[in-house]
Nanobody
Framework: QVQLVESGGGLVQTGGSLTLSCAAS????????VGWFRQAPGKEREFVSA????????FYADSVKGRFVISRDNAKNTVILQMGILAPEDTAVYYC???????????????????WGQGTQVVVSS
């Protein structure tokens, strides 16, 4: 059974940092690209960042570029999202997702991912 478990969410002040983790089990992790998505209250879920299966390419939404960094450790079946210079607009539930055989043009598409975690809440106070 495939499981993706997010952790690291919480409450942080504007300008602060948080590091989210996505731990995967039940799949050959090195074969899967991983994406982070978020859903703010009253809004649709949106793409945040993604990393290819071998870590060779990363992708970011314009809204987080320069503030967030994604990385992965295939030996530990984990993807990390380091978030910095956080703003209230970053408040959302953050989800990680895994997909196999993703091409670059599909990395930002939610429908390209096969498995999803339950999400972790991030609240940025002003």
């Amino acid at each position: 059974q495939v499981q993706l478990v997010e952790s690291g969410g919480g409450l942080v002040q504007t300008g602060g940092s948080l590091t989210l983790s996505c731990a995967a089990s039940g799949l050959t992790f090195r074969r899967y690209s991983v994406g982070w998505f978020r859903q703010a209250p009253g809004k649709e879920r949106e793409f945040v960042s993604a990393i290819k299966s071998n870590g060779g390419a990363t992708f970011y939404a314009d809204s987080v570029k320069g503030r967030f960094v994604i990385s992965r450790d295939n030996a530990k079946n984990t993807v990390i999202l380091q978030m910095g210079i956080l703003a209230p607009e970053d408040t959302a539930v953050y989800y990680c997702a895994a997909g196999s055989r993703l091409i670059n043009s599909s990395m930002r598409s939610q429908t390209a991912y096969d498995y999803w975690g339950q999400g972790t809440q991030v609240v940025v106070s002003s």
